[in-house]
């Protein structure tokens, strides 16, 4: 069960090798929480994370989980809940793709919508099946500005985190009143291993500022965070600035 500052005790993480994932599970392990499921493609990355958190203090488990593999999810998940309440989910696998070899490349740009669209569409629904069983639980999807408004220059990754965010909200909408808190995380341009060589973007973040925002997010059962927190202004300007202008934006 979460503690009286609504932070959970268990944790388990759809994308273990994420960053954002990894640093938002140092602060909770910091905290309150003390086990921890990573779930993701086996690999040694993946058992770096957990003996980082091990080190920490924390009960760790890895888990194999492929967000390409729907007909997976449910088996997959099933195992971890059967173990025990899991107060936290957070969604936080995604892939940023190459905007131009997607382009040239339709599988390639599949594969970018099934990952970070499909994928989630699948696990989200299986995890929040099992919170609502359950009766409490948070589930935290990592969305992204990106989704706000279609850019030229990454139309395709913006594209699925628009479709996963608009998921996002509906699901926290099916399940207001069940004991089960959605809340959508929308960073800017964070800088990690993901972004290593691209231009970095204003309002740029780091995943230990993402981190923060989460957990300040959960005290507050936010529904929607925006990090920083100022994006949240700068983008309800964007989506009303009229398409032709927006093209010549240096966005």
């Known amino acids: 069960m979460k503690d009286a500052f609504g932070l959970p005790q268990s944790l388990l993480v759809l994308g273990g090798t994420s960053e954002i994932a990894m640093a938002t599970a140092r602060r909770l392990v910091a905290r309150r929480t003390r086990t921890v499921w990573l779930a993701g493609r086996p690999s040694p990355a993946l058992e770096r994370a957990a003996a980082d958190l ?13 967000a390409l593999d729907a007909d997976s999810h449910e088996a997959t998940l099933g195992k971890v809940f059967a173990e025990g309440d899991i107060d936290m989910v957070l969604l936080a696998f995604g892939v940023l793709g190459d905007q131009a070899r997607d382009e040239r490349e339709p599988a390639a740009a599949v594969r970018v919508a099934q990952t970070n669209y499909t994928g989630a569409v699948s696990s989200a629904l299986v995890a929040a099946r099992a919170l609502q069983a359950q009766g409490h639980g948070s589930l935290v999807v990592l969305s992204s500005v990106a989704g706000e408004r279609a850019r030229r220059s990454n139309f395709i990754y913006g594209s699925s985190k628009a479709g996963l965010d608009a998921f996002a909200q509906g699901l926290g909408d099916a399940l207001h009143g069940t004991g089960v808190h959605v809340m959508v995380v929308r960073p800017g341009f964070v800088r990690s291993k ?3 060589g691209l231009e970095e973007a204003p309002l740029a973040t780091t995943p230990e500022a993402v981190a923060t925002a989460i957990e300040l997010g959960l005290r507050r059962r936010s529904e929607t965070v925006w990090v920083p927190g100022v994006l949240r202004v700068v983008m309800s300007a964007l989506r009303h600035v009229p398409r032709g202008m927006f093209r010549r934006l240096p966005l």
């Open 194 to 196: 993901m972004t290593a």
């Open 54 to 66: 091990r080190a920490q203090g924390a009960a760790v488990h890895t888990v194999a989980f492929d």
